[in-house]
């Protein structure tokens, strides 16, 4: 799908009674499961580059990939966004825009380079970032769960590093996170039962890494892995008033977790978007009409 796709959907407080499904989901799994009792900050961290350099390169041509983006309407505030980043420069402009009082609200990458949302407007506190070689930094988000942080977004690029962000002032009390060769289906309907939910999500490759948390907010969720968006079972779920909480995609498969809030959030509206670009233009262009973007995440095009 290469031209652009937009859909809004006015949101009920509507209570729906529906089982998450996940039938068509792969669900096997080379297992590593990290669970706090705990809670985040640190300075942020830098990569080390990489010593090997006698390996003659290989030039491939990437497949072709799109921005699924998700808009939320709200009372207005003050948004940036950067994509195309490299390690030093995301680096750069995430320490400006704290220093600024800018919150990070959504990481993502595309071809080994980072996007980052950050706005005026959270109910963030504080909050800390690294930039790691690997795909999570366990030590390091173990040590901020002992400060009282907590995991609120995180991207992983094809070469296996990281974007991690955790802030305090959450409602979360609790959070655990596995990481996967596929979506982990079973590992996510048994922390459901434990009063989990998927707060983010994102991969490296064809890892992905599921973080869930206790005290998220929501009463009913369900996860729908596909490989194009949107779908038909995404949009009726829309129309019974659940809601895009995170979105994430591999080398091959796209997830959308959809959500029933347990109270009014203040933007029950929403808005996506499926563009071959990063959304720029879009992302101002729904500025004046106090619709800011929330969830990013790049993933294959099916042609």
């Given at each position: ?266 933007y029950e509206t929403q808005e996506t978007l499926v563009t071959p670009k990063f959304p720029r233009a879009h992302v101002e262009g729904k500025w004046p009409k106090s619709f800011y973007l929330s969830h990013l995440c790049n993933g294959p095009r099916v042609c």
């Amino acid at each position: 799908m290469s031209e652009s796709k937009e859909s809004s959907r006015k949101r009920e407080k509507t209570m729906v009674d529906l089982q998450p499904s996940c039938s068509n989901l792969i669900s096997l799994f080379d297992e590593f499961v990290i669970d706090d009792s705990k809670k985040v900050g640190q300075k942020r961290g830098r990569v080390k580059a990489d010593s090997n350099v006698n390996m003659i390169p290989i030039h491939k041509i990437p497949p072709p990939s799109q921005w699924f983006s998700v808009y939320n309407a709200r009372k207005p505030m003050i948004q940036r966004y950067y994509y195309n980043l490299s390690d030093g420069r995301l680096l750069q402009h995430v320490e400006k825009g704290i220093s600024d009082k800018f919150c990070i609200s959504c990481v993502s990458s595309c071809s080994n380079l980072w996007a980052v949302i950050m706005d005026d407007e959270t109910d963030y506190s504080d909050q800390v970032c690294k930039l790691s070689p690997s795909f999570l930094p366990k030590e390091w988000i173990m040590e901020q769960w002992s400060k009282n942080f907590f995991i609120t977004s995180f991207a992983g690029s094809e070469n296996k590093t990281s974007v991690v962000v955790m802030s305090k002032g959450t409602r979360y009390t609790q959070q655990s996170y596995k990481l996967s060769r596929s979506f982990p289906k079973e590992w996510v309907n048994k922390k459901w039962k434990q009063g989990f939910h998927v707060t983010s999500m994102g991969t490296a490759g064809i890892r992905w890494c599921i973080v869930m948390s206790r005290n998220a907010g929501f009463t009913d969720q369900v996860v729908e892995l596909d490989f194009l968006y949107p779908s038909e079972a995404i949009q009726k779920l829309l129309d019974k008033g659940y809601m895009i909480t995170a979105t994430a995609a591999s080398l091959a498969q796209s997830a959308v977790i959809l959500s029933i809030p347990s109270k009014l959030l203040g933007y029950e509206t929403q808005e996506t978007l499926v563009t071959p670009k990063f959304p720029r233009a879009h992302v101002e262009g729904k500025w004046p009409k106090s619709f800011y973007l929330s969830h990013l995440c790049n993933g294959p095009r099916v042609c």
